[in-house]
């Protein structure tokens, strides 16, 4: 059991509409709360002090260019701000295998530091995604709301302009993370190489056509020559008609055809191509089963953060510069001449 590793325990960082193979789109208080209230008010200052002007007697005339970069937060920060937006989502709707805020804060910090912040910031090195501000509090204001069926992935509806690609038409792109590059207007189409480049979209509304020349935006689709929304998790649906949002099929309840994601299991119940793991846990052999976090035996489990160490524990992953024996132990994935070696956006490259 030694190097295990559960990289998709917390899908935040990577699940949205970007699971397409060809296309993917441009993503008295309680004890509970008491937990989160730092790193949410984390947010709340951020985006306050994000939106306003230096007005104490120092020099206002700032020029648009600093104005809009004072909207953009360090990557750096992302896990600890999401995992304060996403928890209180995530306990509501039952999709981490936790009871409360606080053990989904526990869970989520390390698992998102340890997998995918560093891809987060090596795409955000390059000049071609920045975390925004407005973005972290509009998908706070519309996880305390949504439905838990509307929402199908977590970078998605009201999250997803968390992140904002730069990048313009033509610019390579590939998969998860590497799609979040694509500036408005265009989206993410992957070839045969598994890699990809931006290619521009039209609105809802607007002519289009079956060869893609004229490409409709994310949770569209081209039907009778023309862009429309795709219903969503939830909605109606005819079987033979529009098709649903990605992460859906149309099919028959009580209320007639409705768009519906496969559903959400807790440990120990069934899963696969019935249901979903609950994030923390991972389906072994048709049956939802926990993870561990840091400093948890991983001898018959795998770690929802860090790596399985020879010990038998989850330990936490090397930072770059630090040394490794394997790929397995490095927050980049990467060890060369035994040490943690720089992230590679293998797409972008």
Request: glycine share 8%; with cysteine.
């Amino acid at each position: 059991m030694v190097h295990k590793i559960i990289i998709t325990a917390i899908c935040v960082v990577s699940c949205s509409t970007n699971t397409k193979s060809t296309t993917i789109p441009a993503r008295a208080a309680s004890t509970d709360t008491l937990a989160e209230t730092e790193i949410a008010q984390d947010i709340d200052s951020q985006s306050s002090r994000a939106g306003r002007q230096e007005t104490n007697g120092a020099d206002t005339s700032h020029d648009d260019n600093s104005t809009q970069e004072s909207q953009f937060l360090e990557p750096e920060q992302y896990c600890e701000l999401a995992a304060a937006v996403f928890c209180p989502y995530y306990v509501r709707c039952s999709r981490m295998a936790v009871n409360t805020e606080s053990e989904c804060l526990a869970a989520f910090i390390p698992a998102c530091n340890s997998r995918f912040e560093p891809t987060y910031i090596a795409v955000a090195r390059r000049g071609q995604l920045k975390l925004s501000s407005a973005g972290l509090s509009a998908c706070k204001a519309h996880l305390t709301n949504v439905s838990c069926e509307k929402q199908i992935f977590d970078l998605d509806l009201g999250c997803a302009d968390m992140w904002v690609g730069t990048a313009p038409e033509g610019t390579p792109c590939g998969p998860g993370i590497e799609s979040f590059v694509c500036a408005a207007g265009t989206t993410c189409v992957i070839d045969t190489s598994l890699c990809g480049t931006c290619q521009s979209t039209v609105i809802n509304g607007t002519l289009c056509d079956a060869d893609n020349q004229a490409r409709c935006e994310k949770n569209s689709h081209c039907y009778n020559g023309v862009c429309v929304a795709r219903p969503g998790g939830g909605e109606p649906c005819e079987p033979s008609g529009i098709p649903c949002v990605l992460g859906t099929s149309c099919v028959e309840g009580n209320a007639g055809y409705e768009c519906m994601a496969r559903p959400w299991a807790a440990p120990g119940e069934a899963c696969g191509q019935q249901a979903q793991c609950q994030y923390k846990s991972e389906c072994i052999g048709g049956i939802c089963a926990h993870t561990s976090l840091i400093g948890e035996p991983c001898e018959n489990q795998s770690c929802a953060a860090g790596y399985c160490a020879n010990t038998n524990t989850c330990q936490e992953m090397q930072d770059e510069g630090e040394p490794c024996s394997s790929p397995i132990q490095c927050r980049t994935s990467v060890c060369t001449s035994g040490a943690c070696g720089p992230r590679i956006t293998t797409c972008l490259e």
